[in-house]
Every structure is written in structure tokens, then in C-alpha cells.
């Protein structure tokens, strides 16, 4: 991660390594962010606001799952705050087994939070009472 150059490619390109970009928000390899929403509703509290939620697919060909979630990401002056949070989880269960795949993320008219699931092919909907 940063300015490390790949030991694999020892000297190949070393003008390349202060160009690296070092992302906003790390997550674990093999999440696989597959869709993600700014959130603008006003169902949820305030500080929800223009915060991003994103879709975790999860990895099939990982010894440990990760992933299989969709995570909230705080912004804080428009800007990424450094950190996550799951915000809906619960899609492998206690022995590994993966029955949900979130995929896309939307936010409905009403503020609730619509999430696509191809490993149950179904809509979830989340709402905040």
C-alpha cells in the first residue's frame, strides 16, 4: 500500500513510486464493493446524511468469508472520514455457509435503504421506525 514498489518487479518503474494514490477508506481484500449510494433521504438520522453505503459481494475463494455485508462509510466535510461500519450484515452463517450476496444499493422516495441479494434473489428493505 503507498510508495512501496512490488518487490516482483524489482526496479522496474521506480518513477512511479510517489504517483500512488492511497485510498480514502481501506477494506479487506476480497469485499468486493460492487455498488454503493450517497445517502440524501431523511428517514435515517441526520448524521446519516450524504454518507455512503456500498454493497460487499463477498468472496467465494476465501478461507475466512469477508465481505457479504453493506457497509456504511462516515463522511465528514464532504469527505471520507477514514473508517467503516457494517450496517447490514448476517448474510453467512456461524459455519461459513453464504445464503445472501448484496450487490446493488439504492436509496427508495420513502428514505428507506433498498439492498439486491443474488445469492437469495431478493430486495431487502431497510427502514429506520
Excluded: C
Excluded at 518503474?13 to 494514490?21: F, Q, T
Excluded at 452463517?93 to 436509496?107: C, F, I, N
Excluded at 427508495?108 to 427502514?127: E, Q
Amino acid at each position: 500500500m503507498g510508495g512501496h514498489p512490488d518487490p516482483r518487479h524489482q526496479g522496474r518503474h521506480p518513477e512511479l513510486k510517489d504517483r500512488v494514490i492511497v485510498p480514502d477508506v481501506l477494506l479487506q481484500p476480497h469485499d468486493a464493493s460492487l455498488e454503493m449510494t450517497f445517502y440524501e433521504g431523511t428517514q435515517f438520522p441526520a448524521e446519516y446524511r450524504g454518507d455512503i453505503f456500498a454493497a460487499e459481494h463477498g468472496s467465494w475463494n476465501k478461507a475466512v468469508r469477508t465481505g457479504y455485508e453493506v457497509i456504511r462509510v462516515p463522511l465528514r466535510s464532504g469527505r471520507a472520514a477514514g473508517d467503516y461500519e457494517d450496517f447490514l450484515t448476517g448474510f453467512v452463517t456461524p459455519h461459513g455457509d453464504v445464503w445472501g450476496r448484496p450487490v446493488g444499493v439504492a436509496v427508495a422516495k420513502d428514505g428507506s435503504l433498498m439492498v439486491t441479494d443474488d445469492g437469495s434473489n431478493s430486495i431487502w428493505r431497510v427502514s429506520y421506525p
